[in-house]
Structure formats: C-alpha cells, structure tokens
C-alpha cells in the first residue's frame, strides 16, 4: 500500500512540460502545477501574444500570472525523494530524431516500444501494458515501432489495409473490396504475403549468389589492384634504376671527354712550349753571333778581320729552324660540335621514347564487355565543352561553350542562304576552318556524348589535334587523322581518309558517340527511344583524340548534351 501511494503521489509531482520530478515547484490559477523554468519558458514564447495559458488545460490567463514557488509541493517532493521517488527515465528512453515516440505520451515523449498494427498507434513500455494485460488487445498485433502505420490505412475509407486485390496488384480495405475492386480476385493479406513468402526464398538464393559471385570478383579485382601496385613499383624502381644507370654513364662519358680535352690541352701545349724554348734558344744563339760580327766590323787590324771573318761569317741554320706556320686556330671546338650533335641525338632518342611511353595504356579490365544498352552507355558518359580557341571565324559558341551555331554575319552575307558550303568558291579552296571546332576536353579510354543538331549539314566527328589553332587542312574525315559522320536532312554519310560511305539508319535528330581508345572501337548511334548502330570503326588510335563538330549551312547548329 505504501508503494502505491507512492506511485501515486509520484505522477502529482512530474512536470508535464519536462516529464521530470518538479524542480522549484510553482502552481498556476487553474491549480496546475510546473517547475518554474518549465512554465517559464513556455509563457515567453506567448508574451508576443499577450495571452498566456496552461499547457494541460489550456485555460488562459490575462496579465501573465506572478509566480510564487509552492514551499508545501517543494517539501512533499523532497519527502517522497527520500522515501523512495524514482526518477525520470534516462534520456536514452527519449525519443529523439529518426526515433518512432510514444503517442500517448505528454510533454517530452518516451522512444516507442511497439506498434499496434489494429489500434495504429506506437506505445512505450508503460502505455503498451493494457495490450499485455487486457483481454479486448490480445488479438491485436503488435510489430517492431513503425513510423509508416498510416500507410496502413485507406485513405478513401479510412479502414485498416488487410485485403490484397491480385487482379489490380494492391494493398486495399474491406470496403474497397466491395467497391471499385467488387468482383475482383481478392486474398487476405496474410495470403498474399504467404505466396510472396514462398517466391521470396529463391529470388534471395539468387541474390546470395549474385553476393558471393560479386565477392570473388572483388577478390580477384583486390588481387588485381595489388598485383597492379607490385607491377607499378618494380616499374619504378626499374625505371630509377635504369635512368640512374643512364645518368652515370652520361657523368662516365662527361669526364672521359673531359679528361680526353685536358690530356690534349696537356700534350699541345707542351709540344708549343718545347718548341717556344727551342725558338728561344735560337734567338739567343742569333744574338750573340750578330754582337761578334758586329765587334769583328769594327775591329780596325786588317789581318785579324780577314782571319776570323770565315769562321763568323758562317751562318749555321738549324734543322727545325723553318718558318712555323699556324694553322687557323680552332682547338677543341670540333670536339664540342661532337658533343653538341651527341647531345641532341639523344634528346631526340629520349622524346621519341617518352612519347611512346605515353601512348602506353594500362588496361586491366579487359574481360569488360562493350556496352550494349544505352543504360550501359551512360556509364561512360563525359561532359564535354568546346574549346573557343579551335572555333572557325563564321561560328559562335553559348551555353557555357556547349553549343555553336552560324553567325549572323555569315547569314547576312549569302545569298542564296541554303548554299550547302557557302564559302566555297570556283577555284579556290573551301575555308572549313571557319566551320569546325573540337572539344577543349582530350578522349581516352572509355567514353560517350551525344549530339543534338539541326540544319541541313552538321557532321560529328573525332580527331587528332595534329594543328595549333582553328586552321585545318580540310574537313573532319577527309584526310587519314579524323572520323566523321556527317547527318544530312534525309540521310547519314560516314567519311574517313576522303572515302564517303552511305550509311541507312533511322534519321534522328540526337547522335551518340562512344569511344574506346585502347581497343580501338568508334562508333556513331542514331539516338531516339531507341539506340541504333549506324557505323562502327575497328582501328588502332596513336593519340588521344577531340570531339570535333562542323556546320557546314547556315542554318545549322549543334549542342553537346548534357546527360543525366
């Protein structure tokens, strides 16, 4: 008895605002009571109203009423809390957001336990008893807390849904069934779910399959990726290996030539200095005998001059005493031209090479199969926009750069408007740069866009960009580095090295592209509701490629669509 006047006097003394014990207990006029934070907070969200009342009963009061704690409900809370008062449910029993809350709660609501699929309505664990306590609930069903419990009932009867119609394949209420659904194959839903029960196992065996089959895949992919790693590893550390091998054996022949030019530095220049000693000596030797003749002419004796003057007089010439002729002076600058020359064979040695590095593609997905569906096709889809500094002089581009049209000049110009290649001239050569722009975007590996043109001459196409600048040779598919389709009116015309192929297909105004640069596959779709082969290359690409589009009449354009 003493246990339950606690419970009791427990649910006297809980806020209704907060769901906890009273905090600085406050009544109000209509005898209501609150903590005093609680109430508070509640009536300053009204002042703007000037009306304020009471969240349980809703009575108002007019001014706000003052509030005075209540010392005697303070002091029985108090009592009760050393007698055994229990708390509030912790706040993990709260619902917050994403929970499914109890509907009979007040105030703050406790998380839902269960959903009553009869009463539609969520209880937690206390106002969920009379359905395990009450005879008239033991019949309903109770399922794990449900948020969609309405989509239980019918909207138009406002009947719980426990009838499944199979002619028309819905969930529907005793009443529908004997409306619009009367004369129907109608089943319980219990039925229904029954039969689905037993369609479900297999299609989840299938399912399990698919999982373990995909498990493995990634497996082998897991396997693949760190196959790739090891690969792309060794490849560098050879490829460090052999450029630091390369790179010592240009320092090894560096200091062979610069040893070579100091030994021949070393050997010519002695060889000058012996000889510049040797003509040294000479001149001394020349001196000195040019001073005795000159001392023997000015001797005034006879017969002393005449007795030595045979012996003076005799000029002895040495053999290595010829004049020395100097050679047009070049010292070692044939040996630099050498070094020049082997410098540049080898940059040209190393572009060469780096260039067909780059055209290396790595392709590891091969046993990947080629789209088929347009579905399939998407997967590849690339935004492409077109680069304005490719794009002819009588074009312009808009919408972000994804769509080119004729200029207005150049439909004031002609006449006749409809001329198919207006600036083509009786001997001279058609100005097709003016025509044309590619894609600011390069093309490899795996990709697909689509094309939506109007006029009477527009042609799709891919190409090398094997020229700076707008100018070009000639049209997309007349020479060997470009592809075209060119979509007439009434017809396709597919062009490539200047061969022209008539192409059948249904006319459409949307052509789709798709690309793979490393098995080498272009091919062109006439896209509608459906996607129609029109023409498909086999080849092998050496470059990355450019979407390319041309508008060749004045009243052409062409968009790059954007697909979603």
Same mark, same amino acid.
């Given at each position: 008895?003493?246990?339950?006047?606690?419970?009791?006097?427990?649910?006297?003394?809980?806020?209704?605002?907060?769901?906890?014990?009273?905090?600085?207990?406050? $009544?109000?006029?209509?005898?209501?009571?609150?903590?005093?934070?609680?109430?508070?907070?509640?009536?300053?969200?009204? +002042?703007? /109203?000037?009306?304020?009342?009471?969240?349980?009963?809703?009575?108002?009061?007019?001014? /706000?009423?003052?509030?005075?704690?209540?010392?005697?409900?303070?002091?029985?809370?108090?009592?009760?809390?050393?007698?055994?008062?229990?708390?509030?449910?912790?706040? @993990?029993?709260?619902?917050?957001?994403?929970?499914?809350?109890?509907?009979?709660?007040?105030?703050?609501?406790?998380?839902?336990?269960?959903?009553?699929?009869?009463?539609?309505? !969520?209880?937690?664990?206390?106002?969920?008893?009379?359905?395990?306590?009450?005879?008239?609930?033991?019949?309903?069903?109770?399922? @794990?807390?449900?948020?969609?419990?309405?989509?239980? #009932?019918?909207?138009?009867?406002?009947?719980?849904?426990? %009838?499944?119609?199979?002619?028309?394949?819905?969930?529907?209420?005793?009443?529908?069934?004997?409306?619009?659904?009367?004369?129907?194959?109608?089943?319980?839903?219990?039925?229904? =779910? !029954?039969?689905?029960?037993?369609?479900?196992?297999?299609?989840?065996?299938?399912?399990?399959?698919?999982?373990?089959?995909?498990?493995?895949?990634?497996?082998?992919?897991?396997?693949?990726?760190?196959?790739?790693?090891? !690969?792309?590893?060794?490849? #560098?550390?050879?490829?460090?290996?052999?450029?630091? +091998?390369?790179? /010592?054996?240009?320092?090894?022949?560096? !200091?062979?030539?610069?040893?070579? %030019?100091?030994?021949?530095?070393?050997?010519?220049?002695?060889?000058?200095?012996?000889?510049?000693?040797?003509?040294?000596?000479?001149? $001394? @030797?020349?001196?000195?005998?040019?001073?005795?003749?000159?001392?023997?002419?000015?001797?005034?004796?006879?017969?002393?001059?005449?007795?030595?003057?045979?012996?003076?007089?005799?000029? &002895?010439? /040495?053999? +290595?005493?010829?004049?020395?002729?100097?050679?047009?002076?070049?010292?070692?600058?044939?040996? $630099?031209?050498?070094?020049?020359?082997?410098?540049?064979?080898?940059?040209?040695?190393?572009?060469?090479? *780096?260039?067909?590095?780059?055209?290396?593609?790595?392709?590891?997905?091969?046993?990947?199969?080629?789209?088929?569906?347009?579905?399939?096709?998407?997967?590849?889809?690339?935004? %492409?926009?077109?680069?304005?500094?490719?794009?002819?002089?009588?074009?312009?581009?808009?919408?972000?750069?994804?769509?080119? &049209?004729?200029?207005?000049?150049? =439909?004031?110009?002609?006449?006749?408007?409809?001329?198919?290649?207006?600036?083509?001239?009786?001997?001279?050569?058609?100005?097709?740069?003016?025509?044309?722009?590619?894609?600011?975007?390069?093309?490899?590996? =795996?990709?697909? *866009?689509?094309?939506? *043109?109007?006029?009477?001459?527009?042609?799709?196409?891919?190409?090398? =960009?094997?020229?700076?600048?707008?100018?070009?040779?000639?049209?997309?598919?007349?020479?060997? &580095?470009?592809?075209?389709?060119?979509?007439?009116?009434?017809?396709?015309?597919?062009?490539?090295?200047?061969?022209? &192929?008539?192409?059948?297909?249904?006319?459409?105004?949307?052509?789709? #592209?798709?690309?793979?640069?490393?098995?080498?596959?272009?091919?062109?779709?006439?896209?509608?509701?459906?996607? $129609?082969?029109?023409?498909?290359?086999?080849?092998?690409?050496?470059?990355?490629?450019?979407?390319?589009?041309?508008?060749?009449?004045?009243?052409?354009?062409?968009?790059?669509?954007?697909?979603?």
């Amino acid at each position: 008895m003493a246990q339950q006047g606690i419970q009791m006097d427990e649910r006297k003394v809980c806020c209704s605002i907060c769901q906890d014990v009273l905090k600085d207990p406050v $009544t109000i006029p209509c005898g209501h009571n609150y903590c005093m934070n609680c109430i508070k907070s509640h009536w300053d969200e009204e +002042d703007q /109203r000037q009306v304020h009342s009471c969240p349980q009963c809703r009575q108002t009061f007019i001014p /706000r009423p003052a509030l005075v704690k209540n010392t005697v409900l303070a002091d029985l809370v108090e009592e009760l809390k050393k007698t055994g008062l229990q708390t509030a449910p912790a706040d @993990d029993h709260y619902a917050g957001p994403g929970d499914v809350w109890c509907d009979f709660c007040t105030g703050k609501k406790l998380k839902a336990l269960k959903s009553c699929v009869q009463c539609l309505v !969520s209880y937690c664990e206390q106002h969920l008893q009379p359905h395990y306590e009450s005879a008239a609930f033991k019949k309903h069903k109770l399922v @794990d807390p449900s948020k969609k419990l309405q989509e239980s #009932v019918c909207t138009r009867h406002n009947e719980v849904i426990k %009838i499944f119609c199979r002619t028309d394949q819905q969930c529907i209420c005793i009443l529908c069934s004997m409306d619009e659904h009367k004369g129907h194959d109608t089943v319980s839903a219990a039925a229904e =779910r !029954s039969e689905k029960q037993k369609e479900l196992e297999p299609s989840r065996q299938k399912i399990q399959q698919r999982i373990q089959s995909r498990e493995k895949d990634v497996e082998v992919l897991q396997q693949e990726v760190e196959a790739i790693n090891r !690969s792309a590893d060794k490849a #560098v550390e050879d490829s460090e290996k052999i450029f630091t +091998d390369l790179i /010592r054996l240009i320092e090894k022949r560096s !200091s062979d030539v610069k040893q070579q %030019i100091r030994s021949q530095q070393e050997t010519e220049a002695s060889r000058v200095k012996d000889l510049q000693e040797k003509l040294q000596q000479e001149i $001394t @030797d020349l001196r000195r005998k040019d001073a005795e003749l000159e001392q023997l002419s000015q001797t005034e004796d006879h017969t002393q001059f005449l007795q030595n003057y045979p012996e003076l007089s005799n000029l &002895t010439v /040495r053999k +290595d005493s010829s004049k020395i002729n100097i050679r047009p002076v070049r010292y070692f600058e044939d040996l $630099t031209t050498a070094v020049l020359k082997a410098r540049d064979k080898l940059h040209n040695i190393l572009i060469d090479v *780096w260039t067909k590095i780059l055209e290396i593609e790595v392709d590891v997905l091969l046993f990947q199969p080629q789209p088929k569906t347009r579905a399939e096709f998407l997967q590849y889809s690339r935004q %492409i926009t077109l680069d304005p500094n490719t794009a002819g002089n009588w074009l312009s581009l808009s919408e972000g750069n994804r769509q080119t &049209t004729v200029k207005e000049t150049l =439909r004031v110009l002609l006449n006749p408007p409809s001329r198919l290649y207006p600036l083509a001239q009786p001997g001279s050569h058609t100005d097709f740069d003016r025509l044309q722009v590619l894609s600011r975007e390069s093309l490899t590996g =795996r990709c697909y *866009w689509e094309v939506e *043109w109007r006029g009477r001459s527009v042609s799709v196409a891919v190409t090398y =960009r094997y020229m700076r600048g707008p100018v070009y040779e000639s049209g997309f598919g007349n020479d060997a &580095t470009s592809w075209a389709m060119h979509c007439l009116s009434h017809r396709y015309k597919f062009r490539h090295d200047n061969i022209r &192929t008539p192409i059948s297909g249904p006319q459409s105004s949307r052509v789709g #592209v798709y690309l793979d640069h490393s098995a080498g596959i272009l091919s062109f779709y006439s896209v509608s509701e459906t996607m $129609t082969l029109l023409h498909r290359v086999q080849t092998t690409f050496t470059q990355p490629l450019y979407a390319g589009v041309g508008l060749y009449c004045v009243d052409g354009s062409a968009d790059l669509c954007e697909i979603k």
